[in-house]
T-cell receptor
Framework: DQQVKQNSPSLSVQEGRISILNCDYT??????FLWYKKYPAEGPTFLIS?????DKNEDGRFTVFLNKSAKHLSLHIVPSQPGDSAVYFC???????????FGTGTLLAVQP | NAGVTQTPKFRILKIGQSMTLQCAQD?????MYWYRQDPGMGLKLIYY???????DKGEVPNGYNVSRSTTEDFPLRLELAAPSQTSVYFC???????????FGNGTRLTVT
């Protein structure tokens, strides 16, 4: 049972354009959501997070939007840069759990 | 700063062999986690610990054991290696429940 879903395995965008990565979740107890970025042969690194009391969080070129009623969040990167090419993982936690549940990842390729 | 250090980086095991994947962190984090990453499957939680002497199962604990005798170290033990345990293993730590997590660079394990 995949509680956190990233339905797009890959995404390709042109440099300078916006990248939008999507994530859906099924567990209504989740109240904290995170995005991680992963380069090949490295561990994931934390990018940005959002609490369920907010619907938007921004950090430089990265913005995360949360739609609780739809159980959907998205990561916007604008403008996209070639160095943003990586796998992006969505993750969620909440309720009584100490566990962070990850999605399957989306491979973003930013073309120069 | 070393952060989270995993050893070894690579290992090949024969079926039925045992080994311990080492993980150490120098950030004085109480929370530590072991994940495995299989192609197209995202990161699955194997075991986690909320402090020295306390461990608990994650999503996929079968075939693994852990111990947490100190705050710094969280080794993962495979007793009877099976081909299904071929994967990339990531150790992570955090200062609070649910993250953000700091990941090591992973151990790539092949069981043949």
């Amino acid at each position: 049972d995949q509680q956190v879903k990233q339905n797009s395995p890959s995404l390709s965008v042109q440099e300078g354009r916006i990248s939008i990565l999507n994530c859906d979740y099924t567990n209504s107890m989740f109240d904290y959501f995170l995005w991680y970025k992963k380069y090949p042969a490295e561990g994931p690194t934390f990018l940005i997070s959002i609490s369920s009391i907010k619907d938007k969080n921004e950090d430089g070129r990265f913005t995360v939007f949360l739609n609780k009623s739809a159980k959907h969040l998205s990561l916007h990167i604008v403008p996209s840069q070639p160095g943003d090419s990586a796998v992006y993982f969505c993750a969620a936690t909440g309720g009584a759990t100490n566990k962070l549940i990850f999605g399957t990842g989306t491979l973003l390729a930013v073309q120069p | 700063n070393a952060g989270v250090t995993q050893t070894p980086k690579f290992r090949i095991l024969k079926i039925g062999q045992s080994m311990t994947l080492q993980c150490a962190q120098d950030m004085n984090h109480n929370y530590m986690y072991w994940y495995r990453q299989d192609p197209g499957m995202g990161l699955k939680l194997i075991y986690y610990s909320v402090g020295a002497g306390i461990t608990d199962k994650g999503e996929v604990p079968n075939g693994y054991n852990v111990s947490r005798s100190t705050t710094e170290d969280f080794p993962l033990r495979l007793e009877l290696a099976a081909p299904s345990q071929t994967s990339v293993y990531f150790c992570a730590s955090s200062y609070k429940s649910g993250g953000p997590l700091h990941f090591g660079n992973g151990t790539r394990l092949t069981v043949t």
